[in-house]
T-cell receptor, first 118, second 116 residues
């Protein structure tokens, strides 16, 4: 079984400050990990994904995440927050195993809402 | 660009009504998914389909059914809507790449359903 835990349902940062959104995973085998972003009244958009090629993953909009196996973490960071980063962020995990039914299933965390203060 | 469209952005229905939510993707993806999103619960998978006429239950299939008659279209059906099905419904699609690195899920804008 797989699961993800996002620490903090709401995070507030000042414009220009570091953004750090936390995600810890639980998986019996090496996982594949994703970060998605949801802007207000929109669907989810992929920010970045870890697929075992490199532990530091760079995504869109200046975000990056580092896979740390020893800490079972995949935290999302951005050096300097912009107002446009205000959104809800979701961490997701899937196992490197076929579900047996034709697709890998994603398990999502509960989300972290990021507010950026001017 | 991949485009996933959902038939309605907002929908209001009455308890007991039969509700159809439609999703169409234009990238010839094999996989399609239906999720519901609730505050504090994140996204939960209702059903997914990896081929025409094929479907698999997700984590919360009770009270829902699905239909996939054409590759590009995946419908979610609430046979008899109840108030606890008030939620945001998100459709997604992905390639059948047999590799999670390939199978990025692309999401539609969502349908916000209110059942009175």
């Amino acid at each position: 079984a797989q699961s993800v835990t996002q620490l903090g349902s709401h995070v507030s940062v000042s414009e220009g400050a570091l953004v750090l959104l936390r995600c810890n995973y639980s998986s019996s085998v090496p996982p594949y990990l994703f970060w998605y972003v949801q802007y207000p009244n929109q669907g989810l958009q992929l920010l970045l994904k870890y697929t075992s090629a490199a532990t530091l993953v760079k995504g869109i909009n200046g975000f990056e995440a580092e896979f740390k196996k020893s800490e079972t973490s995949f935290h999302l960071t951005k050096p300097s927050a912009h107002m446009s980063d205000a959104a809800e962020y979701f961490c997701a995990v899937t196992l490197g195993l076929y579900s047996g039914a034709g697709s890998y299933q994603l398990t999502f965390g509960k989300g972290t809402k990021l507010s950026v203060i001017p | 660009d991949v485009k996933v469209t959902q038939s309605s952005r907002y929908l209001v229905k009455r308890t007991g009504e039969k509700v159809f939510l439609e999703c169409v993707q234009d990238m010839d993806h094999e996989n399609m998914f239906w999720y519901r999103q609730d505050p504090g619960l994140g996204l939960r998978l209702i059903y997914f389909s990896y081929d025409v006429k094929m479907k698999e239950k997700g984590d919360i299939p009770e009270g829902y059914s699905v239909s996939r008659e054409k590759k590009e279209r995946f419908s979610l059906i609430l046979e008899s809507a109840s108030t606890n099905q008030t939620s945001m419904y998100l459709c997604a699609s992905s390639e059948l790449g047999r590799d999670p690195a390939v199978e990025t899920q692309y999401f539609g804008p969502g349908t916000r359903l209110l059942v009175l």
